[in-house]
Nanobody, 125 residues
């Protein structure tokens, strides 16, 4: 069965960096676009970044452009989210999600079919 597992979350100081991983199993990984989303308590889920199945197309939320980078290693069935210059307001549970799409990706959560369980990221001194 299709499964997504996030890892790499934790506590980091403001201005610090973290790399999240989304490990996939149970499907042909390179045929799926993957998105990263985050949700803070009391707030709506927000799109952070996405990458097409081929890796040739990416999109970012305006608030993370220039600081976050999404990439994928289809040989390892894993998508990464490198997060730099983290801010306290980016404290949230970060989720990865997948949908069949090779050449494009969208930032809308409703577009995705499969979701991981999330990993907590806390940015605090």
């Amino acid at each position: 069965q299709l499964q997504l597992v996030e890892s790499g979350g934790g506590l980091v100081q403001p201005g610090g960096s973290l790399r999240l991983s989304c490990a996939a199993s149970g499907f042909t990984f390179e045929g799926y676009a993957v998105g990263w989303f985050r949700q803070a308590p009391g707030k709506e889920r927000e799109g952070v970044a996405c990458i097409s199945g081929s890796g040739g197309s990416t999109n970012y939320g305006d608030s993370v452009k220039g600081r976050f980078a999404i990439s994928r290693d289809n040989a390892k069935n894993t998508v990464y989210l490198q997060m730099n210059s983290l801010k306290p307001e980016e404290t949230a549970v970060y989720y990865c999600a997948a949908v069949p799409a090779v050449v494009m990706c969208l930032m809308a959560s409703t577009w995705y079919d499969y979701w991981g369980q999330g990993t907590q990221v806390t940015v605090s001194s």
